[in-house]
């Protein structure tokens, strides 16, 4: 049996705008491309929490 992630809007949104970012058509995107734009997406919005976590500790 495969593992299926359901993808919210905002996450496809935003794996989108990484190949957008690195002048990737998302039609055209390969699947290591796609997965690739997913885990920067994915990295970055985790990222993005821990700065905001620690940031609200100044």
Same mark, same amino acid.
């Given at each position: 049996? +495969?593992?299926?992630?359901?993808?919210?809007? $905002?996450?496809? =949104? &935003?794996?989108? #705008?990484?190949?957008? +970012?690195?002048?990737?058509?998302?039609?055209? $995107?390969?699947? =290591? &491309?796609?997965? #690739?734009?997913?885990?920067?997406?994915?990295?970055?919005?985790?990222?993005?929490?821990?700065? &905001?976590?620690?940031?609200?500790?100044?």
């Amino acid at each position: 049996m +495969a593992n299926v992630i359901i993808k919210s809007d $905002a996450r496809k =949104a &935003q794996t989108a #705008a990484v190949l957008k +970012a690195y002048g990737v058509s998302g039609a055209n $995107a390969t699947a =290591a &491309q796609r997965e #690739a734009a997913e885990h920067i997406a994915v990295r970055s919005n985790e990222a993005y929490r821990e700065l &905001q976590r620690l940031g609200g500790k100044r």
